[in-house]
T-cell receptor, first 113, second 114 residues
Framework: GENVEQHPSTLSVQEGDSAVIKCTYS??????FPWYKQELGKRPQLIID?????GEKKDQRIAVTLNKTAKHFSLHITETQPEDSAVYFC????????????FGSGTQLTVLP | ETGVTQSPTHLIKTRGQQVTLRCSSQ?????VSWYQQALGQGPQFIFQ???????GRGNFPPRFSGLQFPNYSSELNVNALELDDSALYLC?????????????FGAGSRLTVL
């Protein structure tokens, strides 16, 4: 089955700096890669996703890049703000299968004011 | 439009007992997935229900079972509870046929097994 590894497990940045979180996956059949943000005690919320037919996607301060050959994808947050502090999870799945997402172990991002 | 709602929000059980968790899917969604999130870990897929049938299952034993009702709501049942079942149980709904695994999560049910 699919295995997703996520690094780093914790990340602290100064407000205004950029943050990068990286994930690798094992199953070459995976073709959908979402990122979820989970604030303490709250539900995971989708912040951006990418399919394997594109290499990059942006949404304001957030971007995701995908390297299918190397089987890794990354989340980039620019101009970080204190409200970006949360746990971020990457995930992977095969669009042709059931809605089964395999998640990474999460990255605790802390944005220092 | 209503979101995904789960009940109860918190509960405490003892080892060997049984528990039922409930989930109402987001309006317009027809598929429900259940995930287990242990403390400090990412969610792990338990199973998914579509058209009232199990449609995919993760690496969980048979004592984890579920139901989906005609209104697309769902239940997760866990029998013979073990200490390691202590976790946040997340329900997520989606719309089959959209071609994307866009899941909308509920806030979860926090289960503690003593």
């Amino acid at each position: 089955g699919e295995n997703v590894e996520q690094h780093p497990s914790t990340l602290s940045v100064q407000e205004g700096d950029s943050a990068v979180i990286k994930c690798t996956y094992s199953d070459s059949a995976s073709n959908y890669f979402p990122w979820y943000k989970q604030e303490l005690g709250k539900r995971p919320q989708l912040i951006i996703d990418i399919r394997s037919n594109v290499g990059e996607k942006k949404d304001q301060r957030i971007a995701v890049t995908l390297n299918k050959t190397a089987k890794h994808f990354s989340l980039h947050i620019t101009e970080t703000q204190p409200e970006d502090s949360a746990v971020y999870f990457c995930a992977a799945s095969n669009l042709g299968s059931a809605r089964q997402l395999t998640f990474g172990s999460g990255t605790q991002l802390t944005v220092l004011p | 439009e209503t979101g995904v709602t789960q009940s109860p929000t918190h509960l405490i059980k003892t080892r060997g007992q049984q528990v039922t968790l409930r989930c109402s899917s987001q309006s317009g969604h027809n598929t429900v997935s259940w995930y287990q999130q242990a403390l400090g870990q990412g969610p792990q897929f338990i199973f998914q229900y579509y058209r009232e049938e199990e449609n995919g299952r993760g690496n969980f034993p048979p004592r984890f079972s579920g139901l989906q009702f005609p209104n697309y709501s769902s239940e997760l049942n866990v029998n013979a509870l073990e200490l390691d079942d202590s976790a946040l149980y997340l329900c997520a709904s989606s719309l089959e046929g959209t071609g994307a695994n866009v899941l909308t999560f509920g806030a979860g049910s926090r289960l503690t097994v003593l």
